[in-house]
């Protein structure tokens, strides 16, 4: 419940912050990009959706930005947390590492993406997310080999950022997955939020991980929603973004709630 209040406050406070500031906290270019960037970050640190990730990058218009940020993930009776760092270099190329940590696990993943086609409405981007799961004893080696498009599509008739992914799951012994998500992002009542503030959703059998801490799609399906408010400038070269994400809504006992947010730098 504090976690939900925090994040409540977060959002009233982002709404509000532009009317008591000279200096707009939203730039016209977040509030009227296009509508296929989503500009945020996945639970492992990608650009992209909550467990999906997007063709695009997090800083579009920015040829070289990077990123650090940090979820914390309540499940059940215990906690997680995700610090990530975030770079992407050329306007193409994006470099990942992240540290999912819980009571009885730690789990090292490092990502990197490539895009490499852009158009005006769509993107489409190859990626793989390398790790190391359950460090100690019992390690084991594993990765996520993607390929996803992201296009301005809709949900429910709202125009939407959509990505679609497909990938391969390689696993220790020689056992792999066939991966399948669908992620979408679109603006919240953009007549009372002014579209400072968007709604999140995907679906899939494939995680942020082939371990995580919530949200694990390794034997079924996963859907999972949230809110994300576009990032907020804090000068000219400088922005942080807010996440709140329900994981796996349809299991009560893998349910999860996780609040993220990341700071943002370009030259």
Request: net charge negative; charged share 10%; hydrophobic share 50%.
């Amino acid at each position: 419940m504090r976690l939900k209040n925090v994040l409540a406050a977060a959002l009233l406070a982002a709404v509000c912050a532009p009317a008591a500031f000279s200096a707009p906290l939203f730039s016209s270019q977040s509030l009227q990009r296009p509508i296929w960037q989503t500009e945020g970050t996945t639970l492992s640190g990608a650009a992209g959706h909550i467990v999906t990730p997007g063709a695009g990058l997090l800083w579009e218009d920015a040829s070289f930005a990077a990123a650090a940020g940090y979820t914390f993930i309540a499940v059940g009776g215990s906690f997680a947390q995700i610090p990530f760092v975030h770079m992407h270099l050329a306007d193409q190329v994006e470099i990942t590492a992240a540290l999912d940590t819980r009571t009885d696990s730690i789990n090292l993943l490092a990502g990197s993406k490539w895009r490499f086609y852009q158009g005006a409405s769509s993107a489409a981007a190859l990626g793989f997310l390398g790790q190391l799961t359950d460090i100690g004893p019992s390690m084991a080696l594993g990765g996520q080999l993607y390929a996803v498009a992201t296009f301005a599509g809709a949900i429910l008739e709202w125009p939407a950022a959509t990505s679609i992914l497909v990938g391969y799951t390689m696993k220790k012994q020689g056992k792999s997955d066939i991966d399948f998500s669908v992620g979408f992002q679109t603006p919240l009542l953009p007549a009372v939020f002014e579209n400072r503030i968007n709604f999140l959703f995907d679906v899939g059998n494939v995680s942020y991980s082939m371990n995580p801490s919530a949200a694990d799609a390794q034997y079924r399906g996963t859907v999972n929603a949230g809110l994300r408010m576009n990032p907020m400038h804090l000068g000219d070269s400088m922005r942080m973004g807010l996440q709140l994400s329900v994981l796996d809504i349809f299991d009560g006992g893998d349910r999860a709630l996780a609040l993220g947010m990341n700071v943002q730098l370009t030259n």
